[in-house]
């Protein structure tokens, strides 16, 4: 992982910024992207502070042209492509009869299409530099898995991201690049700020340690999935989730 760039989306907050500083710590070069200017550069600024390389690009991931110039940036910076996060997501716990058609569109235009766009663009540009042992992680969700009335764009999304998983790793394997995915179960970021005390106390029950997932604890996870010791998996969508699906 040495001096391996990696693009980093939903940099800003929660797993993404924990990523990112795990990654610089092994010795990545990271290119740090979200919409959250002021949150990413922070980011930026305490992995430079810990002795890491680190830039930000501001990039809203369901613009395609904005993923292409992302990249195309991550290259004119450090002169390379070794992977890519596709980390940025949202979620708002939307009832199935509240959600309208431009909602719809939009919720998956950042959780599904963003994720195809980095895929898209990363393995154009890996295949275009031949870059030896390029790596693809997407963020995906126990949410892959199953549905709920108050998750119905978010699950889709993410059912998606679990399924482009495989075609990619089928896509790309004859280019050495290796595609796979992470379902966290409920993690403790920004994004279940919308969860009322209540739901979270339940939540907490549902995972074996009787707690939520840290951003941290994740993030070692998606490391693992960039490092040479994954080299084994391949298409696949590891659970990191505390037994949640195991006992669900
Ligand atoms: N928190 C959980 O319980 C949980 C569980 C399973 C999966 N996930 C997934 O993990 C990923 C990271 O979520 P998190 O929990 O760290 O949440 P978070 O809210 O802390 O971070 C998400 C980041 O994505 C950024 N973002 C949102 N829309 C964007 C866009 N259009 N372009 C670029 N960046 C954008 C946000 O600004 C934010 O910095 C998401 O894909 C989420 O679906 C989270």
Do not use: C, W
């Not at 800003?12 to 500083?21: D, E, M, V």
């Not at 990413?40 to 502070?49: C, D, F, G, P």
């Not at 949410?143 to 108050?150: D, I």
Request: aromatic letters at 6%; glycine letters at 8%; charged letters at 25%.
């Amino acid at each position: 992982m040495q001096n391996d760039v990696l693009i980093v989306t939903g940099a800003a907050s929660g797993l993404g910024a924990a990523a990112a500083r795990l990654l610089a710590e092994k010795g990545a070069r990271i290119v740090a992207a979200d919409i959250d200017k002021g949150n990413l550069e922070a980011v930026v600024e305490s992995i430079r502070t810990n002795g890491g390389d680190a830039v930000s690009r501001v990039t809203d991931v369901s613009k395609a042209e904005e993923v292409k110039a992302l990249v195309d940036f991550a290259v004119e910076t450090f002169g390379t492509l070794d992977g890519i996060f596709n980390n940025a997501g949202v979620r708002d716990g939307t009832h199935f009869t509240e959600v309208t058609p431009e909602s719809y569109h939009d919720h998956l235009a950042i959780n599904q299409h963003g994720v195809y766009y980095g895929m898209h663009y990363a393995a154009k540009k890996m295949r275009e530099l031949n870059v030896q042992g390029g790596r693809i992680v997407n963020t995906a969700s126990i949410r892959s898995f199953f549905g709920a009335k108050k998750s119905f764009r978010y699950s889709a999304a993410k059912a998606a991201v679990e399924n482009m998983t495989k075609s990619g790793a089928d896509a790309l394997a004859e280019d050495g690049i290796r595609v796979t995915a992470i379902a966290p179960a409920f993690i403790d970021t920004a994004l279940l700020k919308h969860v009322p005390e209540e739901r979270r106390k339940r939540l907490e029950k549902k995972h074996l340690r009787g707690k939520l997932l840290s951003a941290e604890e994740v993030a070692k996870v998606v490391v693992f999935l960039f490092s040479e010791d994954s080299v084994a998996i391949n298409g696949s969508t590891v659970l990191a989730d505390d037994g949640f699906l195991a006992i669900h």
